[in-house]
């Protein structure tokens, strides 16, 4: 359980950051 939710955090970072380009740029 632990490790799937690193996992998801992870991918909702790697989300976050994606938008932060799309919007900045």
Same mark, same amino acid.
């Given at each position: 359980?632990?490790?799937l939710?690193?996992?998801i955090r992870e %991918?909702? %970072?790697l989300i976050s950051k994606m938008d932060k380009?799309?919007?900045s740029s």
């Open positions: 359980m632990g490790i939710l690193t996992r %991918q909702l %970072q380009t799309l919007t």
